[in-house]
């Protein structure tokens, strides 16, 4: 693959969390939960609502 895997390539998520919160996660912001859909989870933890991707 040219670029990557499309985890490889995710900049941000927006999310909603069990006790209702919606939660960005990126490199700076809430780093942890960003990491982890990073290394290919199945986001049980959390309701995925958007993805930010780098296009190429």
């Not at 990557?4 to 809430?30: K, P, R, S, W, Y």
């Not at 942890?32 to 989870?41: P, Q």
Request: glycine share 8%.
């Amino acid at each position: 693959m040219r670029w990557g895997f499309a985890c490889d390539n995710l900049l941000e998520i927006t999310m909603v969390t069990a006790d209702g919160l919606i939660v960005v996660a990126n490199e700076t912001e809430n780093s942890d939960l960003y990491w982890a859909h990073r290394g290919g989870t199945e986001g049980f933890f959390c309701i995925v609502t958007s993805l930010k991707f780098k296009l190429y």
